[in-house]
């Protein structure tokens, strides 16, 4: 089992920064597949950003220049930092991590972009 618990969202004006936090209950030394995902409302939920245990980082193509995904593997936790926000990242965001052939989501965190 791994609780993930997310955390840092806010409102903010557009053209702000937030980072968000994923606090994870076990070691996620070894977890390879760390995810960001968010859900605005009305919509789908989407795939944002990805970080493998190697470090290697992926985004999707909206995202990519203004988010960057870190994860801090002695403090369990990943990292998403947004900057130049904008009111369509409104939306709530999830952290994700694949582990033992589960994936394991967080209770996600509500980030609102003023114009």
Known sequence: QV??????????QAGGSLR???AAS?????INGMYWYRQAPGKQ???AA???????TYYA??????????RDNAKNTMYLQMNSLK?????????AADKMGSRYW???TQVTVTS
């Open 3 to 12: 609780q993930l618990v997310e955390s840092g969202g806010g409102l903010v």
């Open 20 to 22: 968000l936090s994923c």
């Open 26 to 30: 076990v070691s996620i030394f070894s």
């Open 45 to 47: 939920r989407e795939w």
């Open 50 to 56: 990805r970080i493998t245990s190697g470090g290697s």
């Open 61 to 70: 193509d909206s995202l990519k220049g203004r988010f960057s995904i870190s």
């Open 87 to 95: 009111p369509e990242d409104t939306a709530v965001y999830y952290c």
């Open 106 to 108: 967080g209770q996600g």
